[in-house]
């Protein structure tokens, strides 16, 4: 999709950060744009500075984590303009640093009740509607680096959820039709509220220049969406470790075909 012109977009988490500067390129191109967050003096800010250069945006309380507040965003959205061409799912939360030993249940739950609940309710929300709406359209779930790879101890919550939201979208573009495409985004660090005013947020690439990265990539409709240099490095070396294992203690064997799991769930499941 390379023309946005008068498409609609919904963008979670699109007061600030990542989602606002995704709302400004969309907008700069033309389209109508939804914005979705919790906090509405930020939403407000975020539709005033839009519409002050001639962008169409709209906002929409809504927390992710409740399937109620997305079904009512999409609702809202189909009202308004009778379908969606876009979503960015890009709303979520950093987890508390804790040792996965020390963690808790509760401590997971509310790490993933966004990061993973808040984009499957977006899925479930916009994805039907845009399957039987049959026109070409877009979900982006925006990821994480930390989805490719672990950079250090203590991001056991955030690091699961981000693994479990690239598990979610690499089955979605298996299933979902042809013209609705699947794109998931792994920004490394970004400037913005997220994680909080801390050194290395600070450090973080401008967001505007995020965008800018990943745009060409959007327009020519990458599923695996990338934006900083050395996470392919930091993946390579995972990938490497777990090929080595397979080299060394589960090489291919004359026959082995009769165990592909892919191979047998393409026969099975088709």
């Excluded at 002050?52 to 609702?75: I, P, T």
């Excluded at 490719?148 to 298996?174: C, F, H, N, W």
Aim: net charge negative.
């Amino acid at each position: 999709m390379k023309d946005f012109k008068d498409k609609v977009v919904v963008i979670t988490g699109g007061a600030t950060g990542i989602g606002k500067a995704m709302a400004d390129r969309f907008g700069a191109e033309g389209a109508h744009v939804i914005l979705a967050a919790r906090r509405e003096d930020r939403l407000r800010e975020a539709v005033a500075d839009l519409t002050s250069r001639g962008v169409d945006a709209r906002y929409q309380v809504c927390d992710v984590s409740a399937s109620a507040d997305v079904d009512a965003l999409a609702a809202y959205a189909w009202d308004e303009f009778g379908r969606v061409d876009v979503l960015v799912n890009n709303a979520g939360r950093p987890g508390v640093p804790a040792r996965v030993v020390e963690s808790s249940p509760e401590a997971f739950e509310e790490v993933f009740r966004v990061n993973v609940f808040g984009q499957l309710n977006g899925i479930w929300a916009f994805g039907t509607r845009m399957v039987e709406q049959g026109t070409p359209a877009m979900i982006l779930n925006v990821n994480s680096e930390v989805g490719l790879y672990i950079p250090s101890p203590m991001v056991g919550t955030y690091a699961a959820s981000k693994y479990a939201g690239r598990a979610i979208s690499e089955t979605l573009r298996l299933e979902l039709p042809e013209h609705v495409h699947v794109g998931v985004i792994y920004p490394g660090l970004v400037q913005s509220e997220f994680g909080g005013d801390t050194q290395m947020t600070r450090a973080g690439m401008p967001a505007a220049e995020f965008v800018d990265v990943i745009w060409p990539q959007i327009e020519n409709g990458e599923f695996h969406i990338v934006s900083h240099p050395w996470a392919k490095d930091y993946f390579g070396e995972t990938a490497q470790e777990l090929a080595h294992a397979f080299d060394r203690y589960a090489p291919h064997f004359d026959g082995d075909n009769k165990y592909d799991s892919k191979w047998l769930a393409s026969q099975t499941i088709g």
